[in-house]
C-alpha cells in the first residue's frame, strides 16, 4: 500500500474552489481544477509515492499489482478509474459506447489513419465507459431520455407555435423510434433554423415560469434549459434538455449510467468511477467535434426513469461502515465507507487469495489505513493504492470521522 497522486485536468467548466475547499484551502487554485485522475489510463496516469506512474508500476509487475484474475480478465490493465469531478458550468452533451462499439469505432478510426489525439478522433481506445457518480455537494445533472409522453406534455405546455411540428411528431410515435426521429431532427437543423427555434422555445420557457412559479413541476427542467442555453448561445443541445431526465442528487446519492446513456453533468462536486476509458460521443453543448452519425449509432433512445441510489437507510439516515453501491458493471464496484474511532477492516482481501486491487480515496476528514505493518494517513483527495499482493486494508478516522471512497474489481463475474 502507498499513496496515490491525482493527476489534475483542467477544463473550463471546471471549478477555481471546489476543490480547493475540499482539501481544506480558502484560496483558489490558478485555474479551473475540473478532474482529479486516479488510475491507470495512459491518457492521464496517477503517480505512486515512489516517483512511478501507476501504469508503469502494474507494466512491470501486472501479476503483484492486479492479481492473477484481473490479468486474466482485463489484459494486465487495471480495469477502472476513479476521479473527483468538480463542475462549475455545465458539460457537454455526451454518450459513451458499449465494448463492442468502442472496439470496432477504434478499429477503423485506426485504419483510416486517423490520430489517437487528433481533435476528430472518437475513440482514444477500445474499452467501454459505464460509470457512477456520486454527489458529494448538491449535483444536478441531465440523464437517460424521458418517458416520451411525458416529453409531449412538456413541449405542449410550453405553448410555441414553432415548437408545434416537432411535439406533433412525438406525438404521434411515442416511443423509442419517435424520440430517434425527434432528436435526429434537432441535431441536423442547418444553424439558420435553430436560430430561429431555440430563441422561441427559450421565450416560452420565460413565459411558462413567469406565469407558473418555481413549484410548478416543470420549473426544474424549464430553468435547466435556460440556463444552459445562457451557457451555449445558439448551440442545438440547448433543445436536448426538454428530451431528457433532470435528476438532482443529495451528497451520498448515486447515479449509475450504462452504455448509450445521453447526459450532461450541469453543477456540483462528485466521486465519479468508470472503466478505464476517454471514449465521449458528444451531442452539443461544446466546441469540440461532435460525430452526429456516430453519437446516433450508440445512443439508447428508451425512454427511462432514473433513480438515485441512496447511502441511507429507512430512517433516512446515512448506512455506518461500508455502503457498497447497487450496480451492474463487470470492470468496477463502489462503496462509501464512513470511518469512526473504531477501526473497520475492509472485507474481501487477506483471505490468502487476494481478490484483486483497489484505491481508496479519502474525502472528508482523516484516514488512518493500516496494511500489512504499513500506515498511511490521508486527508481529503488524497488516495492510496492497495495491490492485489497486499493483504487486508483497516480504516480508523484520525479525529471523530472520516469519509472515502473504495474502488475495486467486483468478485461475482
Not at 12 to 30: I, M, T, V
Not at 320 to 337: C, K, M, Q, T, W
Amino acid at each position: 500500500m502507498e499513496q496515490l497522486f491525482p493527476t489534475v485536468r483542467s477544463y473550463a467548466w471546471g471549478s477555481r474552489s471546489a476543490l480547493a475547499q475540499l482539501r481544506g484551502d480558502d484560496r483558489p487554485s490558478a485555474h479551473p481544477e475540473a478532474e482529479l485522475w486516479l488510475g491507470a489510463h495512459p491518457g492521464d496516469p496517477a503517480v505512486l509515492a515512489d516517483g512511478r506512474s501507476l501504469l508503469a508500476a502494474i507494466d512491470d509487475d501486472p501479476v503483484g499489482q492486479l492479481g492473477p484474475a484481473v490479468v486474466e480478465r482485463f489484459g494486465g490493465q487495471l480495469p477502472f478509474l476513479l476521479k473527483i469531478l468538480a463542475a462549475e458550468e455545465p458539460l457537454s452533451l455526451q454518450a459513451h459506447p458499449s465494448k463492442t462499439q468502442a472496439e470496432e469505432g477504434f478499429d477503423r478510426e485506426q485504419r483510416a489513419g486517423i490520430a489517437v489525439d487528433a481533435q476528430d478522433r472518437n475513440y482514444r481506445d477500445r474499452n467501454h465507459k459505464p460509470e457512477i457518480v456520486v454527489a458529494l455537494t448538491d449535483f444536478e445533472a441531465l440523464a437517460g431520455f424521458r418517458c416520451p409522453v411525458q416529453t409531449v406534455a412538456v413541449l405542449e405546455a410550453l405553448g410555441v407555435p414553432e415548437l408545434e411540428p416537432h411535439a406533433a411528431l412525438l406525438r404521434g410515435q411515442p416511443d423509442e423510434e419517435g424520440l430517434r426521429a425527434l432528436f435526429t431532427t434537432w441535431i441536423t437543423m442547418p444553424q439558420s433554423a435553430v436560430d430561429q427555434l431555440l430563441p422561441a422555445v427559450l421565450d416560452g420557457c420565460v413565459r411558462y415560469l413567469t406565469a407558473n412559479g418555481a413549484d410548478d413541476p416543470l420549473a426544474t427542467v424549464l430553468r435547466s434549459t435556460l440556463e444552459i442555453g445562457e451557457a451555449y448561445p445558439g448551440d442545438v443541445g440547448v433543445l436536448s434538455a426538454l428530451l431528457l431526465n433532470r435528476i438532482d442528487l443529495r451528497p451520498g446519492e448515486g447515479l449509475y449510467l450504462p452504455a448509450g446513456n445521453l447526459h450532461a453533468y450541469l453543477r456540483g462536486t462528485a466521486v465519479e468511477l468508470m472503466a478505464s476509458s476517454d471514449n465521449v460521443l458528444r451531442g452539443g453543448l461544446t466546441p469540440k467535434h461532435v460525430d452526429v452519425p456516430e453519437l446516433l449509432r450508440v445512443l439508447d433512445f428508451h425512454g427511462m426513469d432514473v433513480d438515485p441510489m441512496t447511502d441511507r437507510d429507512g430512517s433516512g439516515a446515512p448506512v455506518p461502515g461500508e455502503y457498497v453501491y447497487p450496480l451492474h458493471a463487470a470492470d468496477f464496484r463502489l462503496s462509501r465507507i464512513r470511518a469512526t474511532a473504531e477501526p473497520l477492516t475492509l472485507p474481501g482481501r487477506g483471505a490468502g487469495a487476494p481478490d484483486g486491487p483497489e484505491v481508496l480515496l479519502c474525502v472528508g476528514g482523516r484516514a488512518v489505513l493500516e496494511c500489512d505493518g504499513r500506515t498511511q494517513v490521508l486527508g481529503p483527495t488524497e488516495a492510496a493504492w492497495v495491490p492485489a499482493a497486499d493483504g487486508a486494508v483497516r480504516v480508523r478516522a484520525e479525529d471523530g470521522q472520516a469519509l472515502l471512497f473504495r474502488a475495486v474489481v467486483p468478485t461475482d463475474r
